[in-house]
Structure formats: structure tokens, C-alpha cells
């Protein structure tokens, strides 16, 4: 998936989806779109159940705090997979569908930039 924010159209990223165009398909999707994006139910979930509460006094502590909980979602595929059901990101068995809630059945095409 690919928001259009400037950082994910620095030369390099077009570079490097341009060299992996047989291997990676690339969706245009709205700036900001929560709805499309599993990474904002990762955020949710660490802000309102890891670390809730949480007040660091320093930066530092923040950051071991946050690593320490992102790094411990590594032994919880689980998890990491639920972000990705519970959003709308168009991917897997009835992706069409969700698809179709979004644009008109000839704009589907249009959406996708490298396939």
C-alpha cells in the first residue's frame, strides 16, 4: 500500500518499486486513511493497552518502552495478523469486494500502480 505521503515518493522508494515491479503490487491509497492502514491498529493498540498510563519523564525512557513493546509483538504473529483483518486494506479472499466500497469497478485497475 502506498499513501502518496512525500516520503514514500523519495527516488528511492520509486526506485526500488520500479526494480521489484514482478514481485511487489503497489495500491495508491488516500493520504490519510486509517480505515486501509494496519499500522494505525498497531498504534492503537500499544497507546490504549501496552502503555496506557505510561509517563515517562525522559525521551529515553519512552523509547525503551516503545521498542521493547513493538519488538515483544514479534512473538505474536497473531496480533500482527488481526491489524490486517480488522482493517479495510483490500487484500486477500474478498478483496474485490472491499475494494468495490471505495471506487467503480473500472477505477480498480487505475489504483494499482506496479503489478
Known sequence: MWDGS???R???VLEFLD???GRITAFR???YCPKFNP???LWAHLKWS???GFCPKE???LRKKLNYNVRSLRRRPDIVRSYFRASELPIGEGARQKLLKYCEP???TKLCIYQ
Do not use: D, Q, R, S
Open 6 to 8: 512525500p516520503t514514500h
Open 10 to 12: 523519495a527516488k528511492a
Open 19 to 21: 526494480k521489484n515491479k
Open 29 to 31: 491509497l488516500p493520504p
Open 39 to 41: 499500522v494505525e491498529f
Open 50 to 52: 501496552k502503555m496506557k
Open 59 to 61: 525521551l529515553g525512557e
Open 106 to 108: 473500472e477505477e480498480i
